[in-house]
């Protein structure tokens, strides 16, 4: 595959190595259809959920896609009174991404992100590369090269 994302381009100028994969030429639509199509355990396949705190705050949480975001776990991580998912129509103007391709790297801004505590237990999870059809993949020390972020239970 010789497209690159801008998630791509950012990790190569930083030099760091990643697995990458293309679904483009499928229709997956869902997170469970597009680890399905890679061959790959859902439970290893991230989906990048933006939500928006009580405080106007915005939030990234990564969980796997077979799962349910828990918003009180999820803003009890982060030391919010409550989180909702921020609307599809409001992704492009807040991070940089449409609905579907957000990326927790490369967003327009540092946004406190958290990641599913079960990401640990994979030597290397996938996410979205930043645009739909485009997914990566990374170690958890390699990520945290890119973004800071913790780790949480927030899944329902």
């Known amino acids: 595959m010789e497209y690159k994302t801008n998630v791509m381009r950012a990790l190569d100028k930083l030099k760091i190595k990643y697995n990458h994969y293309s679904y483009a030429d499928t229709d997956a639509v869902s997170g469970v259809e597009v680890a399905a199509v890679l061959g790959q355990n859902p439970d290893r396949v991230f989906k990048t959920l933006v939500t928006v705190g009580k405080s106007k705050q915005i939030y990234v949480f990564m969980i796997p896609v077979a799962e349910e975001l828990d918003l009180k776990k999820a803003a009890h991580s982060v030391n919010e ?27 327009k801004k540092s946004f406190p992100t958290t990641i599913h505590i079960s990401a640990q237990s994979f030597e290397t999870i996938i996410f979205s590369a930043g645009k739909i059809g485009y997914q990566i993949e990374l170690s958890l020390d390699e990520l945290r090269k890119v973004i800071k972020f913790n780790l949480a239970d927030i899944i329902a």
Not at 89 to 107: A, E, F, N, Q, R
Request: charged content about 20%; aromatic content about 4%.
């Open 81 to 107: 009174k409550s989180v909702e998912l921020l609307k599809s129509k409001d992704l492009l103007h807040t991070v940089g991404y449409i609905h579907g391709g957000c990326s927790p790297i490369g967003m």
